[in-house]
């Protein structure tokens, strides 16, 4: 099994499971979006070379925070975009899954989401990248 290669950035598709509408957007690594309640931290994303087997992985901390502003943990983990059965995200209103990895953004996506949010500092995820 050869390495896979790590990329700046993850393409995300999310369904709000009320509204029936879906929103495909990029999301930095490193970066913290905001998509309805949750907070969405991608911590990696790794991509296959291109003559293996296609396959990108991003591992996501997901979270939302309850009425008394303290972080509730949605999801923290692995996504693989060929099985997204495989670790999927168990939320009432919202779904999120991994459809690629990429080494530049795509020029004026048509949606975007709020990038960069304010996290307070008592809910910033773990900092590291799980192996």
């Given at each position: 099994e050869s390495a896979m290669i790590d990329m700046?950035?993850?393409?995300?598709?999310?369904?709000?499971?009320?509204?029936?509408?879906?929103?495909?957007?990029?999301?930095?690594?490193?970066?913290?979006?905001?998509?309805?309640?949750?907070?969405?931290?991608?911590?990696?994303?790794?991509?296959?070379p291109p003559i293996e087997q296609p396959e990108s992985s991003a591992f996501l901390q997901v979270w939302q925070l309850d009425k008394q502003e303290e972080p509730v943990w949605v999801f923290s983990g692995w996504m693989f975009a060929s099985s997204p059965g495989l670790s999927s995200m168990d939320h009432p209103i919202y779904d999120v899954w991994v459809l690629d990895c990429a080494d530049k953004a795509k020029p004026a996506a048509a949606e975007t989401v709020e990038e960069d949010v304010a996290v307070p500092e008592d809910v910033q995820p773990e900092a590291g990248t799980p192996e």
């Open positions: 700046p950035i993850v393409k995300l598709r999310s369904l709000d499971k009320i509204t029936a509408r879906t929103k495909v957007f990029e999301v930095n690594v490193g970066s913290t979006v905001k998509f309805g309640s949750l907070y969405i931290r991608v911590q990696a994303c790794r991509k296959a």
